[in-house]
């Protein structure tokens, strides 16, 4: 076995983090992640003001990446970068960026699907944390996607199950901003549920397919549901933010849990991970851990850094696609809509 030590540089800028990580051998040696806070008074993210945080963001971030790898850009063996999906203006200029060190530096670029990097996020090479074997399960959970997709290898994978509107990411944040809370919403609807009672308020489950998903529904129920109490207590929210928080988290939760028993029954998968931003909700989290002892489940959940949006997964994405000889042509382009099994 070869002991050369390869060393990746991952960019992502998709949405509204900037992120650079270096990873050696499958293992994270550094993953700066710049957030944009400029989004939070607007309600959501502004695409304009993401691509010109990125730019700002991307020399500085990458830099930082390297120097606490305690490597120099010479090191670097390829260049990993999101090609999509995600904002055009925002993949504009990680990919330009990507490209462009790549050139300067002679060396072979890798492009990487955002969605395929939040599950290969689960065989970067951590002391604690164990590798799905093949084939599993994941419950992809982010601000732009809810998905159940069956990996059947590294590159292959099936959605087996989507959402018919909103994503999951985006029923905790609307939910949130109904609540008057900043965006992104869904960890302070995490933050109070857990000082408040889940079983408080009831809101009613969507009825769609075995393993699709609708959120939109919810979200309107929960927007009637406020507006009826704070006409007759206008300090509905405030006395019983924590209540209705839990409340809505637990019905989200519910959601979720039924699709993957839904899945494991027709499937007869018990390996599940899940992956995505949301999959950093201590909820989601906790039913995960008990439906290992409850159901016989063997449930992989990304360490924390590696949930929301991060370049380390690009980079582990990357470094999978190097071991294959899979190097992307410098003509190749950003791309806005790409699906997890392109
Ligand atoms: O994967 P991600 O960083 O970006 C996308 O690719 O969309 O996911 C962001 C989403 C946001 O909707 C955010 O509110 C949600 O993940 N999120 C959470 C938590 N942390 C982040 N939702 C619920 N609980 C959390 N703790
Ligand atoms: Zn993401």
Request: contains cysteine; hydrophobic residues 40%.
């Amino acid at each position: 076995m070869s002991t050369e030590n390869i060393y990746i540089l991952g960019i992502e800028s998709s949405c509204d983090d900037t992120s650079a990580s270096v990873i050696c051998n499958g293992k994270v040696l550094s993953n700066v992640v710049a957030s944009q806070e400029v989004h939070a008074k607007y309600g959501g993210v502004v695409p304009e003001l993401a691509s010109r945080a990125h730019q700002q963001n991307i020399v500085p971030v990458v830099q930082q990446a390297i120097e606490q790898a305690g490597i120099t850009k010479h090191n670097l063996n390829t260049i990993a970068f999101t090609r999509g999906p995600g904002l055009m203006g925002s993949l504009l200029v990680g990919t330009s960026f990507a490209k462009s060190l790549a050139l300067g530096l002679n060396i072979p670029l890798i492009d990487v699907n955002h969605m395929q990097a939040h599950i290969l996020a689960h065989f970067i090479d951590e002391e604690e944390s164990k590798t799905p074997p093949f084939p599993f399960v994941c419950l992809t959970i982010s601000g732009g996607h809810t998905q159940i997709v069956k990996i059947t290898n590294h590159f292959e994978m099936e959605i087996l199950g989507e959402t018919i509107d909103d994503a999951v990411g985006e029923a905790f944040d609307k939910s949130a901003k109904i609540l008057g809370l900043p965006y992104p919403g869904g960890p302070l609807i995490d933050k109070y549920a857990q000082l408040g009672n889940p079983k408080a308020f009831k809101f009613t489950k969507p009825k769609v397919g075995d393993l699709e998903f609708s959120f939109s529904g919810l979200k309107t129920g929960i927007l009637y549901f406020i507006q009826r109490n704070v006409k007759e207590n206008p300090n509905f929210i405030k006395e019983n933010l924590n209540d209705i928080c839990a409340s809505i988290q637990y019905t989200i939760i519910e959601i979720l849990m039924d699709k993957l028993k839904n899945t494991v029954k027709q499937t007869g998968i018990k390996h599940i991970a899940i992956a995505g931003g949301v999959s950093a909700n201590s909820e989601i989290r906790k039913r995960l851990i008990l439906a290992e002892k409850h159901w016989g489940w063997t449930t992989y959940i990304p360490k924390f850094e590696y949930t929301t949006d991060n370049a380390a997964m690009i980079a582990i994405a990357g470094y999978l696609k190097y071991l294959n000889n899979d190097y992307s042509d410098i003509s190749v382009t950003a791309k806005a809509r790409l699906k997890v099994t392109e």
